[in-house]
């Protein structure tokens, strides 16, 4: 009787990505039929990053209730693709770029070495995840790294693997640490200075609370990637990605370790890392979006690309193949995007942020806080730009805080603290972008991240408890 038992399990596996991200679009839609439609009155003020359409306490009221047709299941995902038509653009050039920067093989090369010299030296091996993790927490936390781990995450999964972990080391230590240093961001303008900003509070002002809790999170995100990354070395059976891991080997180029460097290894390499920095330089200094990092990315492709000897056609070729493989995350980006259209088109955005922010007056001032961040944590479903939600929330959640007794410092950092739980959320185009990337079914990561998330959970809760309890946070 046994051997009828995996074709069941395998009847009952999950279904693929897109499908279960299109059942959120149903699930939605239907919720939307029944939630009243409603809104806020807004306007344009002045922050320290430029005009911003902010949302004015104590406006919120009733419209005629918006009913969205079944064809809006079909109709979603399309408006989602134009509205995320910037990003999707963004993932292409990336998709096609970093192919041809593999196909010059100085990828394979360079891991390969940087292999062998960390075997060679074991005590060096250790300091890989949680240095490369603090770099990308720092990123994060300064400048708001986000969208830009994506081409990471293609970079370190061979890596890992070479070192004896799985894909999904590979893909943490990009993301994971990017993650880390956004939620428990110091300095990172989009987050902290916006809702600062929004809030009327000094902009940066808490700094010495905040590094102490980007130091606590840091931590405990890379406690948790090495703890994994030791045990799926132990013992590669119990990676949930064990199949796509010895698929994906069974295709990987591999490099003599003794290989000796060559001019064009050694100039594709310099001029990626140049790039890198560029990248940082732009982000920081001139203010760098998506856009021009996109700009950034194909021409640094079509460099690597001759730098590397492939010639004129072949870099065009392995472009096009490139970015055809980011084609099913495109896909996945756009019906997440789906969600949030429905939601700003049935009008029920405000309506769940006027109910949400309601009950919080009711409540006890010990737990306030936590309220708050569960409140984020689920407007962080649909809206996943730090920004946007700050603007959403903020000129709400800060006189809220005056009138339940907490400080406006607080309700900013509760709003912070939320971005813990994006890394889980089908709905985040960056969540599903590196996931696509890496090839990694959300199913998959979603098990393997999910005591995590819970611990980050219970550590933003205790975290919440001194600015509340302990000390007047201003």
């Known amino acids: 009787m046994t051997h009828d038992r995996k074709p069941f399990l395998k009847r009952l596996a999950m279904p693929h990505t897109l499908v279960v991200v299109m059942a959120l679009v149903i699930v939605v839609l239907a919720i939307s039929w029944v939630i009243p439609s409603g809104e806020y009155q807004r306007k344009t003020v002045q922050t320290s990053e430029g005009a911003r359409n902010v949302t004015i306490a104590g406006t919120y009221h009733q419209v005629s209730k918006v009913y969205l047709g079944p064809q809006m299941v079909l109709e979603s995902p399309i408006k989602g693709f134009m509205d995320a038509a910037l990003l999707i653009c963004f993932l292409l050039m990336i998709g096609g770029s970093f192919a041809i920067f593999q196909e010059t093989g100085a990828v394979d ?63 943490s230590i990009p993301f994971l640490g990017a993650a880390a240093g956004f939620a428990a961001a110091f300095f990172n303008p989009f987050t902290v200075g916006i809702a600062q900003s929004i809030a009327g509070i000094p902009l940066y002002s808490g700094f010495g609370y905040r590094v102490v809790t980007w130091v606590i999170g840091t931590t405990v995100i890379i406690a948790y990637v090495m703890w994994y990354a030791r045990r799926v070395k132990r013992n590669p059976e119990i990676s949930p990605v064990r199949d796509i891991d010895l698929e994906r080997e069974a295709v990987l180029p591999h490099t003599a370790e003794t290989a000796p460097w060559d001019v064009r290894h050694a100039a594709t390499l310099t001029l990626f890392v140049a790039s890198m920095v560029l990248l ?108 946007a939600q700050a603007a959403l929330t903020m000129p709400i959640m800060s006189p809220l805080a005056d009138l339940v007794g907490i400080t406006r410092q607080t309700a900013v950092y509760a709003y912070q603290l939320c971005e813990f739980v994006n890394p889980i959320l089908p709905t985040s185009a960056v969540t599903m972008g590196v996931l696509g990337a890496a090839k990694i079914p959300w199913e998959r990561w979603a098990r393997w991240f999910l005591p995590l998330m819970v611990i980050l959970i219970v550590l933003s809760f205790l975290l919440l408890v001194p600015p509340v309890l302990l000390f007047h946070w201003e």
């Not at 603090?134 to 693997?161: H, K, Q, T």
């Not at 998506?290 to 492939?310: D, N, S, Y």
């Open 280 to 387: 940082i330089v732009g982000v920081l200094q001139w203010k760098w979006y998506i856009e021009q990092i996109a700009v950034l990315f194909f021409g640094m492709g079509i460099v690597l690309g001759f730098a590397g000897g492939l010639g004129p056609s072949r870099v065009a070729r392995t472009f096009v193949a490139g970015a055809k493989d980011m084609v099913g995350v495109v896909f996945i980006v756009a019906c997440a995007r789906a969600l949030l259209v429905i939601a700003q088109e049935a009008k029920i955005l405000d309506t769940i942020l006027y109910g949400a922010s309601n009950s919080l007056s009711v409540l006890p001032r010990g737990v306030i806080a936590q309220v708050m961040f569960s409140i984020q944590a689920v407007i962080n479903f649909f809206i996943h730009s730090g920004t």
């Open 109 to 171: 090369f360079g891991i390969t070495r940087l292999t062998h010299t960390l075997t060679r030296r074991p005590y060096l091996e250790g300091l890989v995840i949680p240095v490369l993790m603090i770099v990308f927490s720092l990123a994060g936390s300064v400048f708001g790294m986000a969208e830009e781990v994506i081409p990471f995450v293609i970079i370190f999964i061979p890596l890992a693997r070479r070192l004896g972990y799985d894909s999904i080391v590979g893909a």
